[in-house]
């Protein structure tokens, strides 16, 4: 037998990196998610006029969530998928 299975570092399934593609578009789906529960949150705060329909949230850049290591999210900077904005932060580069 050998030693590689499909979810080492190494395989022919992953890419140079060693993350597995699948967990990548995880980690993605996570941080959108997470972006647009923290813009609704935000979006719905009191404080906007009484008669409008609420405020449009200036949040663009959140800590990524903690379920993922680092590497994951460095490998998604790399792609280009994401940015750092600073001070931990990272943002969506497909931003309109």
Do not use: C
Request: aromatic share 4%; proline share 6%.
């Amino acid at each position: 037998m050998t030693e590689n299975t499909p979810n080492t570092p190494g395989s022919e399934g992953t890419p140079e990196g060693g993350i597995d593609p699948a967990r990548l578009r995880n980690a993605m789906k996570a941080f959108r998610k997470t972006l647009k529960l923290a813009r609704l949150d935000d979006e719905s705060r009191l404080g906007h006029g009484a008669m409008t329909s609420g405020g449009k949230s200036g949040i663009v850049a959140i800590t990524p969530p903690a379920r993922y290591e680092q590497a994951v999210w460095d490998e998604l900077v790399r792609q280009g998928k994401l940015r750092r904005a600073g001070h931990g932060m990272l943002e969506l580069t497909n931003e309109l």
